[in-house]
T-cell receptor, first 117, second 115 residues
Framework: GENVEQHPSTLSVQEGDSAVIKCTYS??????FPWYKQELGKRPQLIID?????GEKKDQRIAVTLNKTAKHFSLHITETQPEDSAVYFC????????????????FGQGTILTVHP | EPEVTQTPSHQVTQMGQEVILRCVPI?????FYWYRQILGQKVEFLVS????????KSEIFDDQFSVERPDGSNFTLKIRSTKLEDSAMYFC?????????????FGDGTRLSIL
């Protein structure tokens, strides 16, 4: 089955700096890669996602890049703010892989991001 | 914005007892999921449910687990005889389709504590 590795496990940055979190996946059939932000005791919230037919996607301060050949994808947060502090999870899914997959998400281990004021 | 709702927020149960965790998915969604997250660890897939049947399940989802959609709105996860290692946060999620343009929306979770 799919395996997703995420690095680093913790990331500490100063406010205004950029943060980059990287994930690799094992199954080349995966074609949907969401990123979730989870604050302490709260639900995972989707912040951005990318499909396999796209190499990069940006939404304000957040961007995600995908390298299908190397099977890795990354989250980039620019101009970080203290409220960006949270655990970030990457995930991979086969989406509708010929009707054999029903959208199961395989998550990475998570990155604890701390943004210091 | 519509949300997935879960009850209870916290459930404390003696080992060996049965528990039922409840979820109300977003009303026009058709695909339902349960995930769990052991404290400090990653989110793990348990089961997906579509058209009133299980579509996929993980090795965690053994015979002690079952899911049901008893009416048009609720989606439940039952653990028949709980073990200490079942202690975790359980998240319900739903999506409109399982294709690439419909992300999964998560509920706030139920924290299950087994004593």
């Amino acid at each position: 089955g799919e395996n997703v590795e995420q690095h680093p496990s913790t990331l500490s940055v100063q406010e205004g700096d950029s943060a980059v979190i990287k994930c690799t996946y094992s199954d080349s059939a995966s074609n949907y890669f969401p990123w979730y932000k989870q604050e302490l005791g709260k639900r995972p919230q989707l912040i951005i996602d990318i499909r396999s037919n796209v190499g990069e996607k940006k939404d304000q301060r957040i961007a995600v890049t995908l390298n299908k050949t190397a099977k890795h994808f990354s989250l980039h947060i620019t101009e970080t703010q203290p409220e960006d502090s949270a655990v970030y999870f990457c995930a991979a899914s086969m989406g509708n892989a010929g009707g054999t997959s029903y959208g199961k998400l395989t998550f990475g281990q998570g990155t604890i991001l701390t943004v210091h004021p | 914005e519509p949300e997935v709702t879960q009850t209870p927020s916290h459930q404390v149960t003696q080992m060996g007892q049965e528990v039922i965790l409840r979820c109300v998915p977003i009303s026009n969604h058709l695909y339902f999921y349960w995930y769990r997250q052991i404290l400090g660890q990653k989110v793990e897939f348990l089961v997906s449910f579509y058209n009133n049947e299980i579509s996929e399940k993980s090795e965690i989802f053994d015979d002690q687990f079952s899911v049901e959609r008893p009416d048009g709105s609720n989606f439940t996860l039952k653990i028949r005889s709980t073990k200490l290692e079942d202690s975790a946060m359980y998240f319900c999620a739903s999506s409109n389709r399982h294709s690439l343009d419909q992300p999964q929306h998560f509920g706030d979770g139920t924290r299950l504590s087994i004593l």
